[in-house]
């Protein structure tokens, strides 16, 4: 396997809450999968958790080369934990198709997150 692609982003969380308070759903459902959404909405502090997928989803824009826009939408990406509470990346619709073209191999995904701030970073291997 090769690297492909580093990425990392920062976000603030208070942007995020922001975001969330005041589009709701339409910011949400624009962003964030359902299971995504459930996951953060059952956490004591959703905005953090939220914040922490948005930069993770940045960071994979960045590692692929893409941003978000053409050959990779938001909802192409679903952040899950494994049972062991690591993080992983799954790529769906046009970012599957992307995935494809590079040959992808795997994607690797670190989250953090303060009061303040969520960051994330993104390793893209290809075969």
């Not at 396997?1 to 308070?21: H, K």
Request: hydrophobic share 45%; aromatic share 8%; charged share 30%.
């Amino acid at each position: 396997m090769n690297i492909y692609g580093i990425g990392i982003d920062v976000v603030e969380v208070e942007r995020i809450g922001s975001s969330m308070a005041e589009f709701g759903d339409r910011f949400a459902d624009r962003v964030f999968t359902a299971p995504e959404r459930d996951y953060c909405e059952r956490q004591k502090r959703p905005e953090i958790h939220y914040a922490a997928r948005f930069a993770a989803k940045e960071a994979v824009a960045k590692a692929l080369g893409t941003g978000i826009g053409k050959d990779l939408a938001w909802l192409d990406m679903e952040v899950r934990r494994r049972d062991s509470g690591e993080p992983e990346v799954f790529l769906s619709g046009d970012g599957a198709k992307f995935a494809e073209k590079i040959k992808l191999a795997q994607i690797k995904i670190s989250l953090t997150h303060a009061q303040h701030y969520a960051a994330a970073n993104a390793v893209v291997l290809v075969e």
